[in-house]
């Protein structure tokens, strides 16, 4: 049993009734070993961290007039793919575009022919200058210090962060490029360890992690390492030795694990990451401040913490579950009734009446049956129609021929009547004698012709050299045509025949057309009966249909009518989480009744040596355990996120230093001695201050085991205070390295 278990037990108990839990502190323990929370508390003991000897070695590319070059391969830089032309010649932080170049292939310059008219593919040839940088900086506080920017001081910085985290993320390009090979040996406790590593424009391979024995020579090889395996390596080496641990915090609902690299970020000052007090994560800043100052249960706060922020997560994850769940349930009820109410909707809009299939299917057997007898007296008003119109044909040919014969038969007449007294060809005179000669001579009285005594007996004067045929005509027409008083006789029987043979037809087609007529009525009545009864019958069998979907769609509400029992489909064990919301609350009251006590001496601690940076206007400082700050700035309330960057600046670098101190002082921190601080004078802190700050540093190193190294420009105070031994200076426009 363990005693975190027993103040659980405790708690648990002391719930409200209905949420009280009885448990025994085996049962506990066995909860907090499931859940990977520790039961006993790690006292924190400093670990002091310091770097010995930094060495990297490359190829500088220079300028070839650049006094440094002389004597040098030449290299020639493709700048043809758009990339703008580098001015390589410094180690610099932040490489420095070639202006002229710049403005030429962006079209910023207003003359561009000033920029030295140049073609943007024109290569560039660059000096390949190798270099061989060694520093061996001591215990206390040592200076980087440059006339001017730009002159590798912050390269030195990166170079050693880069060794001890294993992440190569602040170089310029150009810096990057040029380093090929980098060894670090770095001090942890009372071993001694090289970080040695080739590289490839920041891209690490062959690195290694190998224990320096006495005397200088290399013994064991702790950890072997390539790019991608670099921060781990650091990880595992860096760790255990420096008596810290990895990390946990529920980020959106999931746990996230950090390494060594994140206590690395804690470990250096620049002025452009201020955003928190301690590290560069805001989000960070409470588990690294609670580590460092190292009380016993902080580790198994900070496990706990992201225990129940997991816990949590998925609780809240389970509740969203049930409510999406719940919605979906009374949605779909709610459209299952919706298609019921439709579905009824449908049925009213029917039309009412059911018909008689029995007579339906006979009234269509009725239409189809007079379409049958309609077609067949169709069939004979065609038959009719076309004898019809034959006979019209037949009799409008006889009267044709009749009026041809009559009209024949009365010239006949007409001319076989006359008495002609002269030839009507040569006008010759016929005399009474030969007119009278006709009866007995047989002779016309005209042309001497003999004549046709059968028609001369019938008063007809015909030669008889006319055809028989012609003749009989000729006898026979004027007889049967004509009276002797000249009236018309009654039409011949060939005609009479034909117009009753036409009568009787069209008598017979008319009685067709009205049987017709009347099948014809009567079967459009019969079709409209039918099809009224069709649409009936289409409108019961919807019916029948929409029965059966009515039936389903209150089914369907009626199985969705019950109400809606909570859908749990959390992995969340209320126990469990009941438990680890009770460690958190004790851990949380041990840790603060704990730390609450340090954290108002570190915070004096910040307040004094704030006031010792030149920042006298702050006051009244506070640090909580949510590392927050409050202060007072000329007496008004502010906080640190609202002072400006370089009372920022002064507090951070405060802050750290006070951790440190604060571990030494009472050998329970966690903080292992190390900082670096990258361009304190960056924000307009004048050389008055900056020395007050570099004294004041040089005290605290005093009172407690550090290494500080402080990176500037401002080189009058590290000139002025640190000994020979602890600065690397570069004079003037030279550079550090």
């Keep these: 049993m363990s005693s975190l278990a027993d103040e659980i037990v405790k708690a648990l108990g002391r719930r409200r009734k209905e949420n009280r839990l009885e448990m025994t502190s085996v049962e506990v323990d066995r909860l907090l070993e499931d859940m990977g929370i520790p039961t006993s508390a790690s006292k924190g003991v400093p670990v002091h961290l310091r770097v010995a000897r930094v060495s990297f070695r490359g190829t500088k590319r220079l300028d070839p007039s650049h006094p440094d070059a002389e004597g040098c391969e030449l290299e020639t830089i493709d700048v043809g793919e758009g990339q703008l032309r580098l001015n390589l010649d410094a180690a610099t932080d932040a490489v420095r575009a070639d202006a002229a170049t710049l403005k030429t292939l962006t079209g910023d310059g207003e003359n561009q022919d000033e920029a030295g008219d140049m073609d943007a593919a024109e290569p560039v040839v660059r000096a390949l200058v190798p270099f061989d940088f060694t520093w061996q900086p001591i215990d206390g506080v040592n200076g980087i210090g440059s006339g001017s920017n730009l002159r590798g001081k912050s390269s030195i910085v990166n170079v050693l962060l880069w060794s001890l985290s294993g992440r190569c993320a602040e170089f310029s390009v150009a810096v990057k490029r040029w380093i090929e090979h980098v060894e670090v040996d770095w001090v942890v406790g009372i071993e001694t360890l090289r970080v040695a590593f080739n590289a490839d424009n920041g891209l690490v ?425 409050t202060l007072r700035q000329n007496g008004d309330p502010s906080t640190y996120g609202a002072v400006s960057s370089g009372e920022q600046l002064r507090l951070k670098i405060a802050t750290v230093i006070a951790l440190i101190k604060h571990g030494y002082a009472e050998r329970i921190g966690r903080h292992p001695g190390f900082l670096l601080l990258d361009s304190p004078a960056a924000e307009e802190m004048p050389d008055g201050d900056l020395a007050t700050m570099v004294s004041a540093l040089l005290d605290v190193a005093k009172e407690a085991p550090m290494q500080i190294i402080v990176a500037t420009r401002s080189t009058g105070p590290l000139a002025d205070l640190l000994p020979e031994e602890n600065r690397l200076i570069a004079d003037g426009d030279d550079f550090v390295w």
């Design 205 to 629: 391979s062959d690195g290694t992690v190998t224990v320096v024995q006495e005397g200088g020579s290399l013994g064991t090889v702790l950890a072997s390492f390539d790019d991608g395996s670099f921060e781990d390596a650091m990880s595992s080496v860096m760790l255990n030795r420096l008596r810290l641990e990895a990390f946990t915090v529920s980020q959106s609902g999931k746990p996230v694990t950090h390494k060594w690299a994140s206590y690395v970020n804690a470990l250096w000052v620049r002025p452009k990451y201020l955003k928190s007090i301690i590290g560069k994560e805001a989000t960070l800043s409470v588990r690294l401040m609670q580590m460092f100052i190292g009380t016993d249960w902080v580790p198994v706060l900070a496990t706990t913490a992201t225990v129940v922020g997991t816990l949590e997560a998925e609780q809240r994850a389970a509740q969203e579950r049930t409510k999406t769940a719940t919605a979906a349930v009374e949605t779909s009820r709610d459209q299952a009734l919706g298609a019921v109410e439709a579905v009824k909707a449908r049925i009213t809009a029917l039309p009412a009446g059911a018909p008689d299939p029995s007579k339906w299917a006979a009234a269509n057997a009725k239409i189809s049956d007079l379409v049958r007898q309609m077609h067949v007296l169709e069939t004979q008003l065609l038959n009719r129609s076309v004898a019809a119109d034959t006979v019209r044909q037949q009799l409008k040919a006889a009267k044709a021929r009749h009026h041809t014969e009559y009209e024949h038969a009365l010239l006949t007449k007409f001319f076989h009547q006359m008495e002609p007294t002269i030839c009507p060809r040569c006008a010759a005179a016929v005399t009474d004698e030969r007119r009278k000669a006709e009866p007995d001579d047989h002779k016309c009285s005209v042309c001497t012709s003999d004549l046709n005594l059968e028609a001369l007996a019938a008063n007809v004067v015909v030669a008889d050299t006319v055809d028989a045929g012609v003749a009989t005509v000729l006898v026979e027409s004027p007889v049967g045509v004509v009276s002797d008083d000249g009236a018309e006789d009654e039409p011949t029987s060939e005609i009479d025949a034909l117009e009753q043979a036409r009568v009787s037809i069209e008598n017979v087609m008319a009685n067709l057309r009205e049987q017709i007529d009347e099948l014809q009525t009567a079967h459009d009545e019969l079709v409209e009966k039918v099809d009224l009864d069709a649409s009936l019958l289409k409108a019961m069998e919807d019916r029948r249909l929409l029965d059966i979907e009515l039936a389903r769609a209150e089914g369907a509400a009626d199985a969705l009518s019950d109400p809606v029992a909570p859908v749990d489909a959390s992995p969340v064990d209320p126990v469990q989480q009941a438990v680890a919301d009770a460690a958190q609350k004790v851990l949380s009251e041990w840790v603060k009744g704990h730390q609450d006590p340090l954290l108002a001496t570190i915070s004096a601690e910040i307040e004094r040596l704030v006031v010792n940076f030149g920042a006298d206007s702050l006051s009244n400082i506070r640090l909580d355990g949510a590392a927050n700050m």
